[in-house]
């Protein structure tokens, strides 16, 4: 109807009534379109070529307490406008290279143009050396840190979006159990870049944005707590499971808090993100808690029990509950896309469900990664489950874990033209080499 409503609009105008400058005029918007689609192939092409900067936490919390906060603000940005377009011409590119089955599902699509229209925009930002003046310069960065702020908005609902696409994919039976092995792949790869872009521009907004978005307080430097006080944050995560899980069932069983101290006033430390951290422990919370819940009698529910310990390397979290354990078999698919409890109907539901799409382990445990760390599970067959978060404890070892559009690192797109899955090459997450 509304192409209808176009085209009788045009014919009732004076453009129409001269057929030689019509086409003339469609030719130049055709051409205006193709310059422009081959200068965005152009920039993701050139961008792809630059190395993705891996910084530490220490290296981040460094620059955050640069005292020249005007220094610091311009340096942030030119920063921003620099590797920003780096990392997303990396996640694009390896958008694109996926099989069109997929960018022609509906909410992929969606999730491939919300990255271009945010690439294309860091892009088209002015350069800050155009900027001459002081006032120049500062306008420069107010604008810069909007335009983030406005990126990050768009994105918000990008885990949901693309969870609710591979499903729609899966349930459709057009996922081979070959290409679920590379869809795997590229969700973590995926994830992981979104995790590493997200942060950046938190950490940023977080120091220079207006007060909504700053966390004050003694060693806060933006987003990083550097005395992450890691029992507060296991409570804040418990108190929120206990909500969903007392909303839910009715009942949720006591947690108890574990963390050998040298001395009673200690409290075990780190630098860390604690948003981060608290993604990770409620997602774990929230499975005990459920797991308890299901499999007891709601009188005498067995409690959690979380143990924190920091070593000279290793912070490490343990929580363990009685909710019956799963078989060995099954652990791994814990930690795929495609093993969720939800129900088909569900798919649509915005609430935050005591069990979702199948991406909260997943995505939990690249969290624990991105600075190095990693998280198991161990389960015991009709007893109960441990899991285990490992951190690192000294801030200069925690280096960001990143994928790039590499060709030794993309060959798990194999696996959505064969049936066999025999790749030898180094991973990812294994960034010796």
Not at 134 to 145: F, Y
Not at 166 to 192: C, H, K, N, W
Not at 308 to 333: C, F, M, Q, W, Y
């Amino acid at each position: 109807r509304r192409e209808k409503r176009e085209i009788n609009s045009f014919h009732h105008s004076k453009l129409a009534r001269s057929p030689h400058r019509t086409v003339k005029n469609f030719r130049s918007i055709a051409m205006s379109v193709q310059a422009a689609t081959a200068a965005l192939k152009t920039a993701l092409s050139r961008y792809n070529r630059y190395r993705i900067n891996r910084l530490s936490l220490s290296r981040y919390a460094a620059f955050g307490r640069e005292p020249d906060r005007v220094k610091a603000l311009e340096m942030s940005c030119d920063f921003l406008h620099k590797e920003a377009p780096v990392r997303l011409a990396h996640m694009i590119s390896e958008i694109e290279s996926l099989p069109p089955m997929f960018l022609e599902q509906h909410h992929l699509h969606t999730v491939h143009q919300w990255y271009l229209t945010s690439f294309q925009e860091l892009v088209d930002y002015p350069e800050l050396a155009d900027a001459v003046t002081e006032e120049e310069r500062l306008q420069h960065c107010a604008g810069m840190t909007q335009l983030v702020d406005g990126i990050l908005s768009r994105h918000q609902n990008v885990v949901m979006t693309m969870a609710r696409g591979i499903r729609l994919l899966t349930t459709s039976g057009q996922l081979t159990a070959p290409m679920q092995a590379a869809v795997r792949e590229f969700l973590d790869r995926f994830y992981m870049s979104r995790i590493g872009i997200r942060f950046l521009f938190n950490q940023h907004l977080a120091m220079f944005a207006p007060s909504e978005h700053r966390q004050p307080g003694k060693g806060i430097v933006g987003s990083i707590d550097q005395k992450c006080n890691v029992a507060l944050v296991v409570e804040d995560a418990a108190n929120m499971a206990h909500f969903i899980c007392q909303q839910k069932y009715g009942a949720s069983p006591s947690l108890e808090i574990v963390a050998p101290r040298r001395k009673k006033s200690d409290a075990v430390t780190f630098t860390y993100v604690p948003s981060h951290l608290y993604h990770i422990l409620f997602e774990l919370l929230k499975n005990s808690f459920r797991a308890v819940v299901e499999s007891h009698d709601h009188e005498s529910l067995p409690e959690v029990k979380v143990i924190v310990v920091k070593g000279e390397e290793d912070l490490t979290i343990k929580i363990s509950d009685e909710g019956n354990g799963i078989p060995h078999r099954h652990t791994n698919e814990l930690f795929s896309y495609f093993y969720t409890t939800a129900q088909e109907d569900n798919l649509e539901d915005e609430q935050t469900p005591m069990a979702g799409l199948g991406f909260g382990l997943p995505v939990s445990r690249l969290y624990a990664r991105y600075f190095g760390g990693d998280l198991n599970l161990v389960s015991i067959d009709g007893f109960g489950t441990d899991a285990y978060v490992y951190l690192r404890a000294v801030a200069e070892n925690a280096v960001e874990v990143l994928p790039t559009y590499k060709e030794h690192e993309l060959q798990y797109r194999r696996h959505f033209l064969s049936e066999k899955t025999t790749s030898q090459q180094p991973h990812w997450l294994d960034q010796s080499h």
